[in-house]
């Protein structure tokens, strides 16, 4: 008998071919907004999901904190848990909830807690090496 995770997203009762893949770094991830780079890690998180294209994360403490504006903003994944949202403030331009994260998310996607992931609509661009 499988052993239920404590705090297990519903989202994979309800749909088991659900796949949300986590693959550690090590990858550098640099994203650019309105000329700048805002973040910069080696300690990036890429998360595939099913048919979505992959996302990176990076930890917070990775990412500039004067250019985070925190939001009220938040949406909620059955697979990764609630997310809070920020914007991004950068030389007088805006991108509204261009940043997200699970503060507290399900057991299966624990690692992406305290990690960040950005809109690549929403910034000039995401490089990764």
Request: charge should be negative; proline fraction near 9%.
């Amino acid at each position: 008998m499988a052993q239920t995770m404590p705090n297990s997203g519903p989202g994979y009762a309800k749909r088991p071919d659900h796949r949300v893949d986590l693959e550690p770094g090590p990858h550098h991830v640099q994203v650019i907004f309105n000329g700048e780079v805002i973040a910069d890690s080696m300690a990036a998180v890429t998360v595939n999901e099913s048919t979505y294209p992959p996302v990176h994360y990076v930890p917070l403490a990775d990412v500039r904190q004067d250019v985070l504006r925190a939001s009220d903003h938040t949406s909620y994944c059955p697979f990764k848990g609630r997310a809070n949202y920020w914007s991004l403030d950068v030389g007088g331009k805006r991108a509204e909830n261009a940043v997200w994260a699970y503060n507290e998310p399900y057991d299966e996607v624990a690692e992406l807690k305290g990690k960040v992931a950005f809109y690549p609509s929403q910034v000039d661009q995401i490089l990764i090496d």
